[in-house]
Structures are given as structure tokens and as C-alpha cells.
């Protein structure tokens, strides 16, 4: 069964064909970014025309890479939401139109489940029960998974997402946008121990974050500081092992109210290698594991959307002809596959 994943909830048009039994036979992401670069950040409504301008030669492009003929096609998953209603419409339309014409199912993807399932899409061996660390541009949960599509949330930012965090503190530091993976990559030549910022929420009990705060810190010591090089990069560093060590608290913190052994972190700051690093070491030394995506699979992608629309495909679900998105969406309400 090949489904022909579609995601556009937001600033890349991703497609790829992933195949029940096989794997993934081919994906391709088309990121925005230096269309919305001039203005700081996402312009909905340029979101929305140039996903129309890039979905349907994306989708020839993945074809063609898989191998494939529409004809082949026996399911389309796309994003519903959570994410930017003029995008996700686009990317809906163009799913429902393709399903209806070739007469397969189609279903509409939560894409914070996709980003949830992504570290499963090439591990099998990783299974619920778990929890996860979702940490991406718009959102930092802690997730119980009790079975894919059973989520129950553990706790969440009160504030800024952690990747919201990054890219708006690399945009106070004056590095061009987008910032967060910019802002990883000077972390790399900063000293350790320079500067400190607060691990904010790690001093009481609880699994919610808070972001913003660790922003104005970061803020105000840019801004009295000489703003040399070597500066910039030392606080970049302060600020990512601030993020890391607060993820990393809350994450085996998590694990220990949950009463699990494995971790899986998916997200576009789940790409951070520190984070990476840091979250293996923790869960080693707990003798658990933990699970995580190829750093491509981290940010948006069509990929995650295919494999979890496969899954509930597989399972027999699917929606109705019309096109419907759901900016907002709690994940908790989901239906639980099988
Ligand atoms: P959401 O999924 O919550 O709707 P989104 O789709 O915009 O938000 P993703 O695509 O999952 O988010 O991730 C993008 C975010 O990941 C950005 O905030 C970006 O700064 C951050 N990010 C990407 N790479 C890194 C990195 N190496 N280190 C830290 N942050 C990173
Ligand atoms: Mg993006
Ligand atoms: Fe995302």
C-alpha cells in the first residue's frame, strides 16, 4: 500500500510516498524560507500562494523519485492542522481532489502526531508505551503515549515554544532568520561557563515550561556586553545549555511520573545535536532509551505525515470527501488506531 504524504501546514511544502511493509520510497521538502526572509518571518498569506505555486510539481518530483505513476497511489494523508488555515487548505484541497480522482481514501493528519510518530517511521523497535518530547517552532509537550493515537499531555510551555525561543533570541543577536539553527551552529564556537541563564521552572515540581523569561535574560546581557564575536557565540552557547539542561530535567522527570523506560523527542529542535547528546546520556544512565528521527525528519516533512496517515489508513480510518482543517486542534482528542 503506498500513501502519498502531504504537509503544508506552515512554511515548507513537503511530499513523500511511504509504503506499508517497505518503508519510504521517496520525500522531497520545499522550505520558504527566503521568500518570508525579508520580512522576519511567515507571511500566511505568501505561505498559502506558494504551496500552490510547489505542491503538485513536488508531488510529480516524489512520484517520479519512487518510481511511481499516480495509479499506484493507495491512500493520501495530509495535515489538517494544527497550523496557518490558508496552508493547511491548500494542501487539503489538493489531497481530497487527488483522493477523489483516483478513488482511494484519503485522511487528514494532526501534524503534531506526525512529528510524534516520526522516530517510529524508522525504528520499529521503538513502541508505546513511551513518552514524548515534543519540541518544535510552535509547541514544547511533554506526551504520554500510551498507544499511538492514546495521548495524554504531561505538560506543556506557558509561554514561548523552545524553537520560538531559539529563533527569536537569534533574532535579538542580530543573526538572520531563521534564526534557531543559527543560533546551534555559534553555540558550537561558544566557551561553556561563560555566561549562565536560569534553568526557568526546574526549581518546583511540575512538567510545564517557560521560555520567555530565559529570552530577556539573554536580552540584557547582549546588551551590555561588547557584542564582540567570541561574545555572541558564548551566549549562544549559555542560552542552548540553559534550553537543554531544562528539557532534559522536565524529560527524566517525565519518565519517572510515567513510570517509562523510553523517551522519543521529535520537533525541529529535536535536530540540536547538544539536545541530542544530552538526552542520550540521560536516559543511558537511567538504563533507558531514547529515540529520535533523522535530523531531517525533526522539521517539517512529508514524510512523518505519510507514516502516520498510513498507520490510521491501515487501520481503516479515513474522512469524508469534504475539505476541512482545524487550525487549532488538541491532540488529546485524537481516535486511537486499532
Ligand atoms: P509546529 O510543528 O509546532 O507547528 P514548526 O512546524 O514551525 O512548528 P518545526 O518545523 O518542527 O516547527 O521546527 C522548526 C523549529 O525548530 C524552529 O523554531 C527552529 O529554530 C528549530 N530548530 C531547527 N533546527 C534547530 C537546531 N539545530 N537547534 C535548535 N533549534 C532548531
Ligand atoms: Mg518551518
Ligand atoms: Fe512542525
Not at 487539503?92 to 522516530?119: K, N, Y
Request: a negative charge; aromatic letters at 6%.
Amino acid at each position: 500500500m503506498n500513501i502519498l504524504g502531504i504537509e503544508t501546514s506552515c512554511d515548507e511544502t513537503g511530499v513523500a510516498v511511504y509504503a506499508i511493509g517497505v518503508g519510504l520510497r521517496a520525500h522531497a521538502v520545499y522550505s520558504q524560507i527566503e521568500l518570508h526572509a525579508q520580512y522576519g518571518g511567515v507571511v500566511p498569506e505568501l505561505a498559502s500562494r506558494d504551496h500552490v505555486r510547489k505542491l503538485l510539481p513536488l508531488i510529480r518530483q516524489t512520484l517520479d523519485e519512487a518510481g511511481l505513476g499516480t495509479g499506484d497511489i493507495d491512500g493520501v494523508a495530509y495535515t489538517a492542522g494544527p497550523g496557518l488555515v490558508g496552508a493547511l487548505l491548500v494542501g487539503a484541497g489538493v489531497a481530497r481532489s487527488l483522493a477523489w480522482a483516483l478513488d482511494v481514501p484519503a485522511i487528514g493528519v494532526h501534524h503534531m502526531e506526525g512529528h510524534l510518530l516520526a522516530p517510529l517511521m524508522e525504528d520499529a523497535t521503538t513502541q508505546p508505551p513511551f513518552v514524548a518530547l515534543l519540541v518544535s517552532g510552535g509547541h514544547t509537550q511533554l506526551v504520554a503515549v500510551e498507544a499511538i493515537g492514546r495521548y495524554r499531555l504531561l505538560g506543556e510551555t506557558l509561554d514561548d515554544a523552545a524553537g520560538e525561543a531559539f529563533d527569536k533570541t537569534a533574532k535579538m543577536m542580530d543573526l538572520p532568520y531563521p534564526g534557531g539553527p543559527q543560533l546551534a551552529a555559534l553555540a558550537e564556537q561558544g566557551r561553556p561557563g561563560i555566561y549562565r541563564f536560569s534553568r526557568p521552572m526546574t526549581d518546583r515540581p511540575g512538567l510545564d515550561f517557560s521560555f520567555s523569561g530565559l529570552k530577556t535574560q539573554v536580552l540584557l546581557t547582549w546588551r551590555d556586553s561588547d557584542k564582540s564575536a567570541q561574545t555572541r557565540a558564548d551566549i549562544a552557547r549559555a542560552f542552548e545549555d540553559a534550553v537543554v539542561d531544562t528539557l532534559a530535567i522536565k524529560c527524566e522527570r517525565a519518565l519517572e511520573a510515567a513510570g517509562c523506560d523510553t523517551l522519543v523527542v521529535a520537533g525541529g529542535v529535536g535536530a540540536n545535536r547538544r539536545l541530542r547528546a544530552r538526552l542520550q546520556a540521560m536516559a543511558e544512565k537511567r538504563g533507558g532509551r531514547v529515540s529520535f528521527p533523522r535530523p531531517v525528519f525533526c522539521t517539517d516533512n512529508g514524510a512523518m505525515i505519510a507514516f502516520a496517515g498510513a498507520l490510521r489508513l491501515a487501520a481503516g480510518q479515513h474522512g469524508d470527501a469534504a475539505v476541512r482543517v482545524t487550525p487549532r486542534w488538541d491532540m488529546a482528542t485524537l481516535d486511537a488506531v486499532g
